[in-house]
């Protein structure tokens, strides 16, 4: 959003720092993001939210010519997943609830990450499924080209909440 508008240095500080982050209400297991958010006195709401876990809106600012909120969830999402045991089961049994969420609006930016995990994770079979490496590959790779998605791994969890709001602060 910045680049479609000229501000300063210090504008556009003000608009990262009127940035709420959106969390989708049915996220669950979230605790380490929010305790972040909380710690940092990161603004963020919960709601429910048609696609994703994550999104964000700039508050209204009459000083910098917003007059009302702008809301970037229909731009920008990203889906969260505790693990690959996780995202198994929504490339199996849940394909079809998952398709279609990534399907909405083939212009949004959207953002897999995937907690508690790495490549070598995955190419290993290093994970509690049933879920073929090879098979569970293809399908990871599919998701990618299908839906245009940025796929992050993150290893540590506790990288996730200081993640999500770079995605968002540099968009």
Do not use: W
Not at 52 to 65: H, Q, T, V, W
Request: charged content about 30%; overall charge neutral; proline content about 2%.
């Amino acid at each position: 959003m910045l680049d479609k508008y000229k501000y300063t240095d210090e504008e556009q500080k003000k608009i990262i720092n009127s940035m709420v982050v959106i969390v989708d209400s049915r996220e669950k297991k979230n605790d380490h993001i929010t305790a972040y958010f909380d710690k940092h006195r990161i603004k963020y709401e919960r709601r429910t939210m048609t696609a994703g876990d994550y999104s964000f809106y700039i508050e209204a600012n009459e000083e910098l010519s917003i007059p009302r909120p702008i809301y970037f969830d229909k731009s920008i999402f990203i889906e969260r997943k505790a693990n690959l045991e996780e995202l198994s089961l929504n490339l199996t049994s849940g394909r079809t609830r998952f398709e279609e969420e990534f399907s909405l609006n083939p212009k949004t930016k959207k953002y897999l990450l995937i907690e508690n995990a790495n490549y070598y994770d995955l190419v290993n079979g290093n994970y509690d499924s049933k879920y073929n490496s090879k098979a569970y590959l293809g399908s990871l790779h599919s998701f990618n080209h299908k839906y245009n998605l940025e796929i992050v791994f993150m290893p540590n969890n506790q990288f996730s909440a200081i993640y999500i709001l770079g995605v968002f602060q540099y968009y």
